[in-house]
């Protein structure tokens, strides 16, 4: 009698081998996208104490910004004049779907005449944003609907 397996039972594991393997894939992805949002919400801090930090040498005042602009190009490198800015972790990939976003109140063109700002960033993980507040306030904000108006915090 020869030992060994049967095609059956050589087919039997491979079938489980795949699908463990498909299991650990997709748990693996999402720890990913958690990992990815993680960063964002540290980047989003860093910019928030950047802001700060700024506003502590223009008599407590922001770099104004009415509109909407790209955190790591526009305010941290023209308005604040740092370099090595971070920027989303997605944002090589697909840099319209993935920047951080500032925005302020006072007069515009990035003087530093505004009280208040809101940062915020796309999360992957969920359909929110991470949005971090002047006022201290930070958390999420559903995508539908979002706006921004004046530096107003949206949470």
């Known amino acids: 009698m020869k030992k060994g397996f049967t095609l059956v039972e050589l087919l039997v594991v491979i079938s489980i081998i795949g699908i ?10 999402t720890s990913q996208k958690q990992a990815r949002d993680a960063e964002r919400k540290s980047d989003l801090k860093q910019y928030a104490t950047s802001l700060e930090n700024s506003a502590n040498q223009t008599n407590g005042l922001y770099p104004s910004r009415t509109t909407a602009v790209a955190a790591a190009g526009t305010l941290c490198q023209t308005d604040l004049g740092l370099t090595n800015c971070p920027e989303d972790p997605k944002y090589e990939a697909d840099p319209t779907y ?21 940062l915020w960033a796309r999360l992957e993980s969920s359909t929110n944003y991470w949005v971090t507040c002047s006022d201290g ?19």
């Open 137 to 155: 306030k930070s958390g999420t904000k559903a995508q539908t609907g979002f706006s921004v108006s004046g530096g107003d915090c949206p949470i």
């Open 98 to 118: 993935a920047q951080y976003q500032y925005q302020s109140n006072g007069t515009g063109a990035g003087a530093s005449d505004a009280t208040k700002y809101v």
């Open 20 to 29: 463990l393997a498909a299991l650990s894939f997709v748990s693996f992805t």
